[in-house]
């Protein structure tokens, strides 16, 4: 109840491409949604975030697509560029003040 | 602005040694989470504080593992007597009193040989 699965684990992507990472999870009572990307030896970044009451939310290249009937959220990355390489983490919570409850984690390696 | 800061950021120690690794908050943040994670694998909730206290610790070990925010100074996260299967990183995040968003620090990456 307590899980997020996000999927795939790894993802190439050609340059300018889409970068799609997908993530379902079971306890409705999680109310916020947000995406972290991480580099190799850093600390998780916050990228964008989502709330239940929205279905789409976009942040320059970044969109979160949210689907509350399916408990399913997906992170697309518009225009991949290498720059983007690195390993990125969905995340759900009830807040306020709630722990995150982490996806797997998706390596994304953007090709030039 | 400082973000988040830990330290040290990377710490090695001998099994049944104890590790004590420190996390100062942002400035006006009066919550902290404390998160491991493993070679290869996510990131996993360890416990949430607040000043002076414990508000979640339902991601700790049992044992040898305690956590404290005391009214001054850094949140202290305390391994005892380490073993190998310690060996992590760990982060450490805050937030602002009613706020969700968790801002990471960099971690202390702790090796025990």
């Known amino acids: 109840q307590q899980q997020v699965k996000q999927s795939p684990q790894s993802l190439i992507v050609q340059k300018g491409g889409i970068s799609i990472i997908n993530c379902a999870y079971e306890?409705?009572?999680?109310?916020?949604f947000p995406w972290y990307q991480q580099f190799p030896g850093k600390g998780p970044a916050l990228l964008i975030a989502i709330r239940p009451d929205v279905s789409e939310k976009k942040e320059g290249r970044f969109t979160i697509s949210f689907n509350k009937s399916a408990k399913q959220f997906s992170l697309h990355i518009m225009d991949s560029q290498p720059g983007d390489s690195a390993t990125y983490f969905c995340?759900?919570?009830?807040?306020?003040?709630?722990?995150?409850?982490f996806g797997q984690g998706t390596e994304l390696s953007v090709k030039p | 602005n400082a973000g988040v800061m830990q330290n040290p950021r990377h710490l090695v120690r001998r099994r049944g040694q104890e590790a004590r690794l420190r996390c100062s908050p942002m400035k006006g943040h009066s919550h902290v989470y404390w998160y491991r994670q493993l070679p290869e694998e996510g990131l996993k909730f360890m416990v949430y504080l607040q000043k002076e206290n414990i508000i979640d610790e339902s991601g700790m070990p049992k044992e040898r593992f305690s956590a404290e925010f005391p009214k001054e100074g850094p949140s202290i996260l305390r391994i005892q007597q380490v073993v190998r299967g310690d060996s992590a990183a760990y982060f450490c995040a805050s937030s602002e009193q009613g706020m969700e968003t968790q801002y990471f620090g960099p971690g202390t990456r702790l090796l025990v040989l």
């Open positions: 306890n409705t009572a999680f109310d916020y």
């Open positions: 995340a759900a919570s009830m807040i306020p003040g709630g722990k995150l409850i």
